[in-house]
Protein backbone atom coordinates (compact mmCIF):
# COMPACT_ATOMS: atom_id res chain seq x y z
CA UNK A 1 0.00 0.00 0.00
CA UNK A 2 0.80 3.25 -0.55
CA UNK A 3 1.60 6.21 1.58
CA UNK A 4 0.27 8.82 -0.21
CA UNK A 5 -2.22 8.24 -3.59
CA UNK A 6 -2.88 11.23 -6.30
CA UNK A 7 -6.55 12.29 -6.78
CA UNK A 8 -5.27 15.11 -8.55
CA UNK A 9 -7.48 13.28 -12.05
CA UNK A 10 -9.93 11.72 -9.97
CA UNK A 11 -13.46 11.75 -11.74
CA UNK A 12 -16.57 11.66 -9.57
CA UNK A 13 -18.80 9.00 -10.46
CA UNK A 14 -21.80 10.18 -12.69
CA UNK A 15 -23.85 7.09 -11.65
CA UNK A 16 -23.76 7.86 -7.98
CA UNK A 17 -26.53 10.40 -7.71
CA UNK A 18 -28.88 8.36 -9.46
CA UNK A 19 -28.62 5.40 -7.32
CA UNK A 20 -30.19 6.48 -4.46
CA UNK A 21 -31.54 9.72 -3.02
CA UNK A 22 -31.65 11.06 0.66
CA UNK A 23 -34.88 12.25 2.06
CA UNK A 24 -36.18 13.59 5.47
CA UNK A 25 -39.08 11.24 6.78
CA UNK A 26 -40.67 11.17 9.80
CA UNK A 27 -40.87 7.63 11.29
CA UNK A 28 -41.98 7.00 15.32
CA UNK A 29 -39.54 5.74 17.65
CA UNK A 30 -41.00 1.78 18.00
CA UNK A 31 -40.62 1.81 14.15
CA UNK A 32 -37.12 2.83 14.18
CA UNK A 33 -36.34 0.46 17.16
CA UNK A 34 -38.24 -2.27 15.54
CA UNK A 35 -35.94 -2.17 12.24
CA UNK A 36 -33.08 -1.95 14.43
CA UNK A 37 -33.29 -4.79 16.06
CA UNK A 38 -34.19 -6.75 12.61
CA UNK A 39 -31.52 -4.77 11.46
CA UNK A 40 -28.86 -6.12 14.24
CA UNK A 41 -29.85 -10.14 14.10
CA UNK A 42 -29.50 -10.23 10.43
CA UNK A 43 -26.18 -7.87 10.49
CA UNK A 44 -26.87 -5.27 8.47
CA UNK A 45 -27.70 -1.04 8.75
CA UNK A 46 -31.15 -0.41 9.82
CA UNK A 47 -31.27 2.07 6.85
CA UNK A 48 -30.36 -0.53 3.89
CA UNK A 49 -32.96 -2.94 5.33
CA UNK A 50 -35.79 -0.26 5.56
CA UNK A 51 -34.76 0.41 1.92
CA UNK A 52 -34.99 -3.28 0.83
CA UNK A 53 -38.26 -3.74 2.90
CA UNK A 54 -39.70 -0.13 0.63
CA UNK A 55 -38.33 -2.51 -2.79
CA UNK A 56 -40.16 -5.25 -2.20
CA UNK A 57 -42.96 -3.54 -1.71
CA UNK A 58 -42.13 -1.56 -4.77
CA UNK A 59 -41.15 -4.73 -6.81
CA UNK A 60 -44.46 -6.77 -5.89
CA UNK A 61 -46.41 -3.43 -6.17
CA UNK A 62 -48.20 -3.76 -2.33
CA UNK A 63 -50.82 -1.41 -1.79
CA UNK A 64 -51.33 -0.22 1.58
CA UNK A 65 -54.54 -2.12 3.30
CA UNK A 66 -56.19 0.23 6.09
CA UNK A 67 -58.97 0.43 7.85
CA UNK A 68 -60.74 2.77 10.55
CA UNK A 69 -62.88 1.83 12.72
Not at 25 to 54: C, H, K, W
Not at 55 to 61: P, S
Amino acid sequence: MREEYDFSNAKKNPYAKKLKSQITINIDSSTIDYFRELAENVGMPYQTLINLYLRDCVTKKREIQISWN
